[in-house]
């Protein structure tokens, strides 16, 4: 506690007054948050920004228990650097430590797998291109991603980003693997979309590995969801015509 003292203030001057004592409020001083020393009782993403800050998290996430990820009918919930089982369908559940780090590797591994796709036409009044992917597991269950602090109003969504420079292949694969932690392979083209300032073109894909846990910071959550479950999470309506395009498939 801080105690303060202040001199009470008497008309006659021959009197000496007695202090009078003011119990005052502990002041707690919080600290600034930095890289180091991020905000205390605060959830904060393992991985900084791209400009090495700390990212809070206000409403984090719930990660589901370990059988949801072997169950077809349920959904599944990973958090950054969260448990998961060894291996889900066959296919190990660890760190794409080989993961590209630059355009020209990505490209790299874009053509490897390259897939035939209808030509691209952005329409009037969209000044964006994006690319991103529906992975698909051999259960039918689909990743989806919870941006962080439901970022553009986003409660969850499929993994995607504008191009920087790189194909529409690629950019897929960039973006499912920093948002996801995913390591995938394109299997075919599924539908173009117009978004709200973008005209986003998604492929299905399949996981050949990596890590969910291992989401950037612009994701606070991946989720594996039934296709009967997807319009519980997805809050946008333009990834409703994705959905549809999943259900023809």
């Known amino acids: 506690m801080v105690t303060a003292c202040i001199n009470s203030v008497r008309s006659e001057p021959q009197t000496h007054p007695k202090p009078v004592l003011i119990t005052l409020p502990s002041l707690h001083l ?5 890289s180091h020393n991020p905000m205390p009782h605060m959830t904060h993403h393992p991985r900084p920004n791209n400009h090495g800050q700390p990212v809070a998290i206000h409403s984090p996430s719930q990660a589901t228990p370990l059988p949801t990820w072997q169950d077809p009918d349920a959904m599944a919930c990973v958090v950054p650097d969260g448990p998961m089982p060894d291996e ?3 296919v190990p559940v660890e760190r794409w430590h080989a993961a590209s780090a630059t355009t020209q590797e990505w490209e790299e ?6 897939i035939d796709e ?3 036409v952005l329409p009037a009044g969209l000044d964006r291109t994006a690319a991103g992917a529906v992975v698909r597991e051999p259960d039918g269950r689909i990743w989806l991603v919870a941006p962080t602090n439901q970022f553009a109003g986003y409660q969850a969504t499929f993994p995607k980003g504008t191009l920087d420079g790189k194909s529409m292949q690629a950019t897929a ?10 390591q995938i392979r394109l299997k075919r083209h599924l539908v173009d979309v117009p978004r709200s300032v973008s ?3 998604y492929y299905l894909a399949e996981r050949l590995g990596g890590y969910p846990g291992d989401m950037c910071w612009e994701t606070q959550a991946v989720m ?3 296709v009967n479950q997807l319009m519980n999470h997805l809050n946008n309506h333009h990834d409703w015509a994705i959905v549809e395009a999943i259900r023809a498939l």
């Open 30 to 34: 919080m600290p600034t948050p930095t």
């Open 173 to 182: 694969l960039v973006e499912v693997f920093e948002e996801t932690g995913l």
């Open 118 to 120: 209808p030509a691209f």
């Open 199 to 201: 005209y986003t073109r």
């Open 224 to 226: 594996l969801v039934p």
């Open 109 to 114: 591994l874009a053509k490897r797998h390259w």
């Open 88 to 90: 889900l369908h066959g």
